[in-house]
Structures are given as C-alpha cells and as structure tokens.
C-alpha cells in the first residue's frame, strides 16, 4: 500500500535563537504522522513532511503554539501577534 506525504510550510514566529528552533522541530516531530520536521530559524519557517489520512495542518499550527510560538501557513500573510523579549523557549534576548 502506498502513503501519501504532503509537504506543509509554516511561518513560525517567536523564535530568537537555536534553542527555539529545536524546541519547534521537537515538537513537530513528536506529532503522529508526522515523517520529518525542519525548522529554519533565519526564515523563520517550518516545512513539514506527513501523512494527511493521520492529522490535519491545524493539528501541526496547534502543536507549535502549545510549543509557544506563533504559527501560520506560510501564504496565510502576515500576523498581528507582538513579540516580546523573551522567547518562546524561556530564554530572554
């Protein structure tokens, strides 16, 4: 039997340094269906490889913000969340 993989892209804001990147990928990867996770802090994106039949994109917008980042697609145009100096990991900047 084939599986379907989509490919999903995220804008993820919140994150100000390595540890936040990790801690998104973390999470991502931790969801069900999921088959890889990559996470690019500069960009500020998330591109996501998984199985559409196991979970839904809001499932993987909702995983981010449980991370405690803000999360979008990548199309969906710009937020209007404010950003603090902290981030989403508990380190300030």
Known sequence: ??????????????MKCGACERHVQAAL???PGVREARVSLPDEQATIDYDPSRLAPEYL????????????????GASSSA???????GQAN
């Open 61 to 76: 917008i909702a995983m981010v913000q449980q991370a405690g980042y803000t999360a979008r697609m990548a199309d969906a």
């Open 1 to 14: 039997m084939t599986m379907t993989t989509m490919t999903l892209k995220l804008t993820v804001e919140g």
């Open 83 to 89: 950003q603090t100096g902290v981030c989403g990991c």
């Open 29 to 31: 990867k931790a969801a």
